[in-house]
T-cell receptor
């Protein structure tokens, strides 16, 4: 009963480094999302996808890229890490019925130093 | 655009006290409304939801009623426990097709329950 799995759970990067945050789901959900959570700011949508091969920008996409080659996986790429990207990142997935909830992973805590 | 406004925290209560966390929203049409809970070090979990006006969502003793006339979805619990200490997020999902059911979140309200 894995649900949404994110790796790694914690990571420290130096400014300018790159990395990929992994997200996979086993519920055959078409919709997937990446959010960042900053203290006192709630969750902001970075990118989302409505199915394999289809991605779109959310509220705060700058500095990030995504791909969706399979239904299960939705990795988030940081190309040139900046201190402003220090945050907790959450991946979520959802079925296509309109009133279904989003299911969240446990998050990746990322620090850029 | 859509927006959600929650009362600021932290909210500190004694065990068995009554809880209300206010949530109001701005949206076009008839959005679905959700309360998510986040325990320390974990992701968000759906607590309850309501998909149309006057619906009442309930779970684990928590309740919220979708009030279209006041655009509100206040969270209530009659008797809180220490284990309810967490951050609570109100959220809405857009009504229109093509929105990919994107969620708009409030900023979260931290609840601390003391013995």
């Amino acid at each position: 009963n894995a649900g949404v799995t994110q790796t790694p759970k914690f990571r420290i990067l130096k400014i300018g480094q790159s990395m990929t945050l992994q997200c996979t789901q086993d519920m055959n959900h078409n919709y997937m999302y990446w959010y960042r959570q900053d203290p006192g700011m709630g969750l902001k949508l970075i990118y989302y996808s409505v199915g394999a091969g289809i991605t779109d920008k959310g509220e705060v996409p700058n500095g990030y890229n995504v791909s969706r080659s399979t239904t299960e996986d939705f990795p988030l790429r940081l190309e040139l890490a900046a201190p402003s990207q220090t945050s907790v990142y959450f991946c979520a997935s959802k079925g296509t019925e309109s009133n279904q909830p989003q299911h969240f992973g446990d998050g990746t805590r990322l620090s850029i130093l | 655009g859509n927006s959600v406004t929650q009362m600021e925290g932290p909210v500190t209560l004694s065990e068995e006290a009554f809880l209300t966390i206010n949530c109001t929203y701005t949206a076009t049409g008839y959005p679905s409304l959700f309360w998510y809970v986040q325990y320390p070090g974990e992701g968000l979990q759906l607590l309850l939801k309501a998909t149309k006006a006057d619906d009442k969502g309930s779970n684990k003793g928590f309740e919220a009623t979708y009030r279209k006339e006041t655009t509100s979805f206040h969270l209530e619990k009659g008797s809180v426990q220490v284990s309810d200490s967490a951050v609570y997020f109100c959220a809405l999902s857009g009504f229109h097709t093509g929105t990919a059911s994107k969620l708009t979140f409030g900023t979260g309200t931290r609840l601390q329950v003391m013995l």
